[in-house]
């Protein structure tokens, strides 16, 4: 009985109140627990018609081997869009428990680049399918199930863009009334949440882009897989774990090493763009980017498009250290403790004071309401 007591209170520290945050958490479940559903029966369809094919037709040595290659193409991607679900729960619940209106819109974006892969899907499928892909143009199964993805993901865009224009609206007001009247410390927030938001969707574009690369395309004997494995990974590893180090404790030096490493990243994944289209693999037999070719520049699309907000976030963050806000989140969390400890029953929707201690003779003059 403590056990689950103790799980009851803490899943209500977690969890957001009022009926239009708790709406918006049920909305993200659900579709999640539809498109998890949905892609895991994709999954095993795409298993089981790769076991017919193997042992029915297509006994050809070659042939085979790109139809393995394919399908374990096809089966990466089901998995990362599992894990994509899985990362938006995440996004939403943190969202909520911090108040933070950027990642509730970011998580739109999200959904909407989620549709653009599951359409490219379709498309590889469908309209333009791979000797893989044509032993399931008659699976209705498979057709429906994508279909099903695809409208649902619509759906989703539809329904989370008006709740998350709700919630900002909700969210943006009590926003303000913790951080004072102050337009420095308002814009000098605007960027330290944006800088937080862009980090945390690197990590999983940029970790699904790793994953791909090492997934599907780089071989043992390949130079370029130990320069993936011994420099890329660990620089990216270092470049966003440094940011986040950065951001917190407002270090000038490390930020601007940051920023200045993920302009020049762009060149890198301008090289991968080059390698994925170059034209002397393009429908060669040997093709590494066969069946990942679309997948692979909507990643890197997507990631040039990420590591040139998050270098402009990083920049803009170093005009705004030592603003106060590095001191007054700290007075927030503060004080966030307390009201748990010592007044777990208070009303959230009571007027709470700014968000800046109020002996600091900095914070006196400039944020004080009263």
């Known amino acids: 009985m403590a056990l689950v007591s103790a799980l009851q209170t803490r899943l209500n520290d977690v969890m957001p109140r009022g009926f239009l945050p708790r709406l918006y958490i049920l909305a993200v479940f659900v579709l999640a627990a539809v498109f998890v559903v949905a892609e895991s029966y994709i999954l095993y369809i795409t298993k089981e018609g790769h076991a017919v094919a193997l042992n029915s037709i297509w006994q050809v040595p070659g042939i085979q081997r790109a139809v393995t290659t394919s399908i374990t193409t096809y089966m990466v991607y089901n998995v990362l869009f599992i894990l994509a679900q899985v990362y938006i729960i995440f996004l939403c619940i943190e969202a909520l428990v911090h108040k933070d209106i950027i990642q509730i819109v970011v998580v739109v974006v999200f959904y909407f680049i989620c549709l653009v892969f599951a359409t490219t899907r379709y498309i590889s499928f469908y309209v ?75 990590i999983y574009f940029i970790g699904s882009y790793l994953v791909q690369m090492t997934a599907l395309v780089l071989k043992v004997d390949d130079p370029e897989t130990w320069l993936q494995i011994t420099v890329v990974i660990p620089v990216c590893v270092i470049l966003i774990v440094g940011g986040f180090v ?67 976030a990083s920049a803009m963050c170093i005009f705004s250290f030592d603003s106060g806000l590095k001191e007054a989140i700290a007075y927030d969390k503060m004080r966030t403790r307390h009201i748990k400890m010592y007044a777990v029953d208070k009303d959230i929707t009571q007027e709470q004071e700014p968000l800046v201690p109020r002996s600091s003779t900095l914070a006196r003059d400039r944020f004080a309401l009263d």
């Open 246 to 312: 950065a951001l917190h404790d407002e270090r000038r030096g490390l930020m601007s090493f940051v920023s200045l490493s993920m302009f020049l990243s762009v060149g890198y994944f301008i090289y991968k763009i080059y390698r994925v289209c170059e034209p002397g693999t393009i429908n060669m037999p040997n093709d590494p980017y066969a069946d990942s070719r679309p997948f692979f520049m909507i990643t890197i699309v997507v990631c040039v498009l990420l590591v040139i907000s998050t270098g402009v």
């Open 128 to 202: 333009y399918p791979s000797v893989a892909a044509r032993m399931f143009t008659r699976d209705s199964n498979m057709q429906l199930m994508q279909i099903t993805v695809v409208v649902t993901y619509v759906l989703s865009l539809a329904s989370l863009s008006v709740l998350s224009l709700k919630l900002a609206h909700e969210i943006g007001w009590d926003v303000f009334k913790r951080l004072g009247a102050d337009i420095g410390l308002h814009r000098a927030y605007m960027w330290h949440q944006c800088l937080m938001m862009l980090l945390k969707m690197d």
